[in-house]
């Protein structure tokens, strides 16, 4: 894997050269490009000087700054490659804080960092060992390319890695009211009980791309000349809501499945036990059957006099009426 960044970590007045190695990575999918939909000729877009009348390669496009009044000031890339930023060849630790000190909102990019070649064993060693101990994750700031950004060093494993930030203030406000409503004690219940049922057996190695593989599906399925399958769309949400009967049938739902679950696994387990004792009982009749077929017929004859009074009951009084 090549190395997106090549210098050091500044901690005190000792060095640890190092390279940032890149630690994420997006699922890109099918690769698309774009194409006039009624006779599939490519789009391309050039790069075309409006002075000159004539595209240019990419090698000589600069920066350029509206000054106003038809001005422009233009700046290249070796000018940006000399400006005095301490941040472009070091990650100065500047202060050890908690992890939880930074808002999740802030973070961005995540860089392995990895020891350079050459470079001894003993400072990056030392420096992972005191931040794993003290539980610290190391401030810092970092420039890459053009960028410089607010940064984190902490301990992963046995590795360091580096997580580049946003700047507090490039936080935006939400501009929203956050709504308000009273809550019951029972849906609070019944909240949390709906959160564990969902919780429980949990895999986050069992998620997946879905969008992806339906792509890759359509693909497929279009260029063997076939008809996409097509999915129903989701029903429209109400605006009226019973909060408490959503969660009593979500609840119920989780909780069948869960038992579904169970039961299957159950059956799995059982199911050779269960043939080597199924011609045994069928052999042979149970008490427990004899004695509901006696109490079932019981039950009927009850019943049917029961019935009878009644049907003497109403003639009686029909025939009373009539007279």
Known sequence: ???????????????????????????????????????????????????????????????????????????????????????KGTIEL???????????????????????KRSPAKPYALLREAMRETG??????????????????????????????????????????????????????????????????FEIDALHDEYREAVEALIESKAQGLAPSSTAKPAPASNVVDITAMLKRSIEAQ??????????KKRASGSAAKKSTTAATKQKPTATATKRTSAAKKTASKRTGTAEKAEKAASGRGGRKAG
């Open 94 to 116: 500047l202060a050890f804080v908690d992890e939880d000190t930074f808002d999740p909102m802030q973070f961005d990019s995540a860089y392995y960092v990895a020891p350079s």
């Open 255 to 264: 909780t069948s499945r869960g038992d579904s679950g169970a039961g299957a």
């Open 1 to 87: 894997m090549p190395a997106n960044w090549t210098g050091s970590i500044v901690f005190g007045m000792v060095s640890v050269p190092v390279q940032l190695l890149k630690a994420t990575e997006t699922h890109a999918g099918p690769k698309f490009h774009q194409v006039h939909e009624k006779d599939g000729g490519r789009i391309r877009l050039k790069r075309f000087c409006e002075a000159e009348d004539k595209e240019v390669p990419y090698a000589e496009i600069a920066k350029g700054y509206d000054l106003g009044e038809d001005e422009e000031l233009i700046l290249t890339p070796d000018d940006l490659d000399s400006l005095p930023i301490p941040s």
């Open 136 to 201: 610290k994750v190391g401030v810092s700031k970092v420039t890459l390319t053009t960028r410089e950004s607010l940064a984190i060093l902490r301990v992963k494993d046995d590795l360091l890695v580096l997580h580049t930030m946003l700047w507090p203030d490039e936080l935006r406000p939400a501009g929203v009211d956050a709504p308000s409503a009273d809550v019951r004690a029972d849906e609070m219940k019944m909240a949390r009980t709906l959160m564990d049922a969902l919780s429980e057996n």
